[in-house]
């Protein structure tokens, strides 16, 4: 495959339009048409659904995961080639909300440092991650998929437990009798987002109310999550690792002891891997295993 080719490609899919690729390689629109074009009929097949933005089709979507792994590898030889002022190694990772937001960074911290590595995040809930590695946006990430995809490997990496929260006053005021199908239809519930469904599944579980039969707030963020249930506006699923010893000091109540919700996570990553991302794996590996329950 020509190099001038595949950058066209590459342009073009990763900024949705066939302008910007041009500004970015400082060609013409029509140039980075020509060698799209010209890469197409190489390979013998569409690559870019030419829409507003462009989109791949299924063949340039395995071309694109090629051709972001096939860089990752370059970068990771040119910076081993450079001295110590050069730039750092930047490696897209996909990551769950919670994970970003309690053991992650920290886990990861010195490792980051020492390797002159950087991240590239991209967030989403930890059932849609693993849609993130198929599409090529990010080449490892932390999914509760267990199964490894096609040309990837997978690890365990530990259990995230979620339980049922909320601030005292909330407790006092919606569920004096304890945790009750009709108190739970009147009381509002803290929900990440749209595609969130721990509070839906547990509250259907343990009451029998199916989602659209109570209210809920949308906070999708971790730390104003946390600080909305903690101010009382509703009641949701916090993992342990964010709430610390806030339910044991009283700020926080459990509104059904006893009962949780458990998470497998786990590590995916491409199976040719650059030195540099087979070290980060260890390191997420190890600060998982530090952090969350054991499978």
């Known amino acids: 495959m020509d190099t001038r080719h595949c950058e066209a490609f590459l342009a073009a899919a990763e900024t949705g339009s066939f302008d910007?690729?041009?500004?970015?390689?400082?060609?013409?629109?029509?140039?980075?048409s020509q060698r799209i074009a010209a890469l197409e009929s190489a390979l013998g097949s569409p690559l870019l659904i030419r829409s507003r933005p462009c989109r791949t089709t299924a063949a340039g979507q395995r071309l694109l995961v090629h051709l972001r792994r096939s860089r990752l590898l370059e970068e990771e030889f040119l910076a081993g080639l450079r001295d110590e002022s050069a730039a750092s190694l930047r490696i897209p990772i996909a990551v769950n909300n919670d994970t970003l937001a309690t053991w992650?960074?920290?886990g990861i911290a010195d490792f980051l440092q020492r390797e002159r590595v950087t991240l590239d995040i991209v967030l989403d809930e930890q059932n849609y991650t693993y849609g993130l590695l198929e599409k090529g946006e990010a080449v490892a990430?932390?999914?509760?998929?267990?199964?490894?995809?096609?040309?990837?490997?997978?690890?365990?990496l530990g259990i995230i437990r979620y339980r049922m929260l909320?601030?005292?006053?909330?407790?006092a005021r919606w569920f004096p009798d304890g945790f009750e199908r009709n108190?739970?239809?009147?009381?509002p519930v803290v929900v990440f987002s749209r595609k969130d469904r721990l509070q839906a599944d547990f509250i259907q579980a343990e009451l029998g109310l199916l989602p659209g039969s109570y209210p809920v707030h949308h906070v999708p963020a971790s730390d104003p999550f946390l600080d909305a249930v903690k101010l009382g506006l509703g009641y949701g699923m916090?993992?342990?690792?964010?709430?610390?010893?806030?339910?044991a000091a009283g700020a926080l109540l459990d509104l059904a002891p006893g009962k949780h919700t458990d998470v497998p996570l786990y590590w995916h990553a491409w199976r040719v891997q650059s030195p540099a991302l087979e070290r980060l794996g260890e390191?997420?590996?190890?600060?998982?295993r530090a952090s969350l329950l054991a499978p």
């Open 183 to 187: 108190a739970a239809r009147q009381a």
């Open 283 to 288: 390191a997420v590996v190890a600060a998982a």
């Open 104 to 106: 992650l960074l920290p």
């Open 141 to 156: 990430g932390v999914s509760s998929e267990p199964t490894a995809m096609r040309g990837c490997t997978v690890q365990p």
């Open 20 to 32: 910007a690729a041009a500004a970015q390689l400082n060609v013409t629109p029509s140039a980075v």
């Open 166 to 171: 909320a601030s005292p006053a909330f407790a």
């Open 238 to 247: 916090l993992p342990s690792q964010q709430v610390g010893d806030a339910v």
